[in-house]
C-alpha cells in the first residue's frame, strides 16, 4: 500500500519566493495534518484538515503560510514570501477515526525547505 | 509550555540489552499516548500505542506502560538491536480533540553493537 506521499522531497529557493509543498494522503483517511520540525521546536502542528475542511489552523506561524485541501487525495501548503527561518522539514500526515475514537497518524516521508 | 516532555535528549546502550524511554505529561486530559519512530531523512514511523485505560501493551519487543497518576510513560525495547538506533518521539491526544496530537522533543537511541 502507497503511504503518505510527499513532494518535492527537497527544496531550495531564495527570500521572497513563492514556495508550495504537497501532499497526498492515504486512501480512505479523512484526516490530513501539516507538521514542521526544526531543531529549536521539535515537531509543530501547523494545520489540520478533516474531511477537508480546515479544523485547526491555529498553529500556522503568520499570514505567509497557507494551505488548501481541494479533495480528499490532494493537499497543499503554501509559503509566500519565504523567509530563510522557513527553513525547515515539512512533514505531511494522515489518519483515519477507528470505531473505538483512537486515531494513528501516519506520516510521509517530509520536504526538506532550505529558504536562503 | 510543553505538555509532553521528554527530558533525556540522548540514550545509549549496549545491543541486547533493555532500552527504557521516558516521556512526562501535564494535560489530564490526554487519554491516548503512541510512540513514533524515526530515521533520518524519513517521516515519523508509527511504533506502539496506548489509551488511558491500560496500564501496558505489548508488540514484540516493544512495550509502553502508563502511570496515570504520576502522568508517566515509558517505552521499553529488549532485547536492543542496532537496526533500533534512531529518534524517538512520544505523542499524546485527547478525547474530542479532534485527532490533535502534541509530541514531544523526541530522544535520540543509539544502540551499541
Known amino acids: 500500500d502507497a503511504g503518505v506521499i510527499q513532494s518535492p522531497r527537497h527544496e531550495v529557493t531564495e527570500m521572497g519566493q513563492e514556495v508550495t509543498l504537497r501532499c497526498k494522503p492515504i486512501?480512505?483517511?479523512?484526516?490530513l495534518f501539516w507538521y514542521r520540525q526544526t531543531m529549536m521546536r521539535g515537531l509543530e502542528l501547523l494545520i489540520y484538515?478533516?474531511?477537508?475542511?480546515?479544523?485547526?489552523d491555529s498553529g500556522m506561524p503568520e499570514d505567509r503560510f497557507s494551505a488548501k485541501m481541494p479533495n480528499a487525495s490532494f493537499s497543499t501548503l503554501k509559503i509566500q514570501p519565504s523567509e530563510p527561518r522557513d527553513s525547515a522539514v515539512y512533514f505531511c500526515?494522515?489518519?483515519?477515526?477507528?470505531?473505538?475514537?483512537?486515531?494513528?497518524?501516519?506520516f510521509g516521508p517530509g520536504t526538506r525547505l532550505l529558504v536562503l | 509550555d510543553q505538555q509532553v516532555k521528554q527530558n533525556s535528549p540522548s540514550l545509549s546502550v549496549q545491543e541486547g540489552r533493555i532500552s527504557i524511554l521516558n516521556c512526562d505529561y501535564t494535560?489530564?486530559?490526554?487519554?491516548?499516548f503512541l510512540w513514533y519512530k524515526k530515521y533520518p531523512a524519513e517521516g515519523p514511523t508509527f511504533l506502539i500505542s496506548i489509551s488511558s485505560i491500560k496500564d501496558k501493551n505489548e508488540d514484540g519487543r516493544f512495550t509502553v506502560f502508563l502511570n496515570k497518576s504520576a502522568k508517566h510513560l515509558s517505552l521499553h525495547i529488549v532485547p536492543s538491536q542496532p537496526g533500533d538506533s534512531a529518534v524517538y518521539f512520544c505523542a499524546a491526544s485527547a478525547w474530542g480533540a479532534n485527532s490533535k496530537l502534541t509530541f514531544g522533543k523526541g530522544i535520540t537511541l543509539s544502540v551499541r553493537p
Open positions: 486512501s480512505g483517511h479523512n484526516s
Open positions: 494535560n489530564s486530559m490526554f487519554d491516548y
Open positions: 500526515a494522515s489518519s483515519i477515526r477507528t470505531s473505538g475514537g483512537l486515531e494513528t497518524q501516519y
Open positions: 484538515f478533516n474531511n477537508n475542511v480546515p479544523i485547526d
